[in-house]
């Protein structure tokens, strides 16, 4: 969870708010749904990054 990280995920999230205001503008679906998604990522991945794990856990640790 390095600051570098953090940084990285609000770039990306910006970028993707860019363009998906972009597609918005323009009348471009495309550009839209590119943005939104690429903007959703980075927030997902921000969020992982705020709780400190990457979770690799398949609900079944304690049965084994």
Do not use: N, P, Q
Not at 15 to 36: M, P, T
Not at 40 to 53: F, V
Request: hydrophobic share 35%.
């Amino acid at each position: 969870m390095s600051i570098f990280d953090k940084a990285k995920a609000k770039a990306e999230e910006l970028y993707g708010r860019g363009v998906e205001l972009y597609g918005e503008s323009h009348g471009d679906d495309a550009a839209k749904i590119d943005g939104e998604a690429h903007r959703l990522e980075a927030e997902a991945e921000e969020a992982e990054l705020e709780r400190g794990e990457k979770r690799d856990d398949d609900g079944l640790a304690g049965a084994r």
